[in-house]
T-cell receptor
Framework: AQSVTQLDSQVPVFEEAPVELRCNYSSSVSVYLFWYVQYPNQGLQLLLKYLSGSTLVKGINGFEAEFNKSQTSFHLRKPSVHISDTAEYFCAVSESGGSYIPTFGRGTSLIVHP | GAVVSQHPSWVICKSGTSVKIECRSLDFQATTMFWYRQFPKQSLMLMATSNEGSKATYEQGVEKDKFLINHASLTLSTLTVTSAHPEDSSFYIC??????????????FGPGTRLLVL
């Protein structure tokens, strides 16, 4: 079984500053990795995903993430955040070749201050 | 990505009544749908996996007689909270996935349904 750890429950940052949201996972098999964003009172929106190929994945809204197999990490980054990026971010992992049912992290609340 | 709708988005009901929530896959045939529950400031808790034409598979600790799931077609799954009580108040989110094709590896989520039981 796989597990996901999001090390930071809350990340405050000023507008236009860079941000990194950390995600580490554990699994005994190959994995697929995902980042989802959830705005208040809404469902989850897929930001980006890693299935195979290039370890640097670019997603929507200027976000990107890098899959690091040796460190079992999939950190999410954005070079310059906006107020509108304030939301909850969830990292998820599923086993490739399995049921594809993801395991979610506890979430990181990104708070962008003006 | 796939477009998923949920109805209603908000529901307030009295204790003891039953509430039905619909989840629709609008642009592809979802062989598998999932129902999640989310408490404030917490992650998603998978309640059950729903496969079209068969009985749902419930996660440990989820009462199947309490949370009835029907996946009657490839585009519609329903969750009925029977005899709802205040502790059932929560945010319920569905997601869809396909066993083949471009939507195979990824879950796409609906906008969620906020249930408040008085």
């Amino acid at each position: 079984a796989q597990s996901v750890t999001q090390l930071d429950s809350q990340v405050p940052v000023f507008e236009e500053a860079p941000v990194e949201l950390r995600c580490n996972y554990s699994s005994s098999v190959s994995v697929y990795l995902f980042w989802y964003v959830q705005y208040p009172n809404q469902g989850l929106q897929l930001l980006l995903k890693y299935l195979s190929g290039s370890t640097l994945v670019k997603g929507i809204n200027g976000f990107e993430a890098e899959f690091n197999k040796s460190q079992t990490s999939f950190h999410l980054r954005k070079p310059s955040v906006h107020i509108s990026d304030t939301a909850e971010y969830f990292c998820a992992v599923s086993e490739s070749g399995g049921s594809y049912i993801p395991t979610f992290g506890r979430g990181t609340s990104l708070i962008v201050h003006p | 990505g796939a477009v998923v709708s949920q109805h209603p988005s908000w529901v307030i009901c009295k204790s003891g009544t039953s509430v039905k929530i619909e989840c629709r896959s609008l642009d592809f045939q979802a062989t598998t749908m999932f129902w999640y529950r989310q408490f404030p400031k917490q992650s998603l808790m998978l309640m059950a996996t729903s496969n079209e034409g068969s009985k749902a598979t419930y996660e440990q600790g989820v009462e199947k007689d309490k949370f009835l799931i029907n996946h009657a077609s490839l585009t519609l799954s329903t969750l009925t909270v029977t005899s709802a009580h205040p502790e059932d108040s929560s945010f319920y989110i569905c997601s869809v996935q396909s066993v083949s094709g471009s939507y195979q590896e990824t879950q796409y989520f609906g906008p969620g349904t906020r249930l408040l039981v008085l």
